[in-house]
T-cell receptor, first 112, second 118 residues
């Protein structure tokens, strides 16, 4: 059974700092790895999706990497802003795009 | 383009009552999903559907039922509400693999239904 762990559970940083969020998964036979953002009281918004054959994906100030052999993914946020404050969730897809297994998330607070 | 729409946004039920959580999407996605999210926890898959008339159980299906009569709608039914079903419920959809989509596509989520059972 796939298990996804996110460390740290919470992170508070000053504005402008570069930061890394970590995600680990137990079964390396994944189809893809997805990063989502969740704002309070809202649904999830997809940030980046890394195919199993890829090593990384970039979107603006966000860069996500995938190392299947070690069962790890990282989300790098450059030059953090207060608007980046949210919960970040990673999810591993085993076998297809459905049946995502989610981590518990990292609550990020960026202080002005 | 509304995306994934869930109704109601909030609901309080008494133990033993039943209700249907509605979910509709206007993106013509074949795949639809229901998740629940408990405080401090990740999302857990309840049921999913790969197309009209086809549904299957996820990780936590007990106490729930679904149907998929159209591509657009995927309602989730609670027959006998129990306190353990107090949660936030999210519906999501995604395009099918293959065809015009050469690569996996992310899931699109609704804003959730916050359900309390007392």
């Amino acid at each position: 059974k796939q298990e996804v762990t996110q460390i740290p559970a919470a992170l508070s940083v000053p504005e402008g700092e570069n930061l890394v969020l970590n995600c680990s998964f137990t079964d390396s036979a994944i189809y893809n790895l997805q990063w989502f953002r969740q704002d309070p009281g809202k649904g999830l918004t997809s940030l980046l999706l890394i195919q199993s054959s890829q090593r990384e994906q970039t979107s603006g100030r966000l860069n996500a990497s995938l190392d299947k052999s070690s069962g790890r993914s990282t989300l790098y946020i450059a030059a953090s802003q207060p608007g980046d404050s949210a919960t970040y969730l990673c999810a591993a897809s085993g076998g297809s795009n459905y049946k995502l297994t989610f981590g518990k998330g990292t609550l990020l607070t960026v202080n002005p | 383009n509304a995306g994934v729409t869930q109704t109601p946004k909030f609901r309080i039920l008494k133990i033993g009552q039943s209700m249907t959580l509605q979910c509709t999407q206007d993106m013509n996605h074949n795949y639809m999903y229901w998740y629940r999210q408990d405080p401090g926890m990740g999302l857990k898959l309840i049921y999913y559907s790969v197309g009209a008339g086809i549904t299957d159980k996820g990780e936590v299906p007990n106490g729930y039922n679904v149907s998929r009569s159209t591509t657009e709608d995927f309602p989730l039914r609670l027959e006998l509400a129990a306190p353990s079903q107090t949660s936030v419920y999210f519906c999501a959809s995604s395009p099918p693999e293959g065809g015009i989509y050469r690569r996996n596509q992310p899931q699109h989520f609704g804003d959730g239904t916050r359900l309390s059972i007392l």
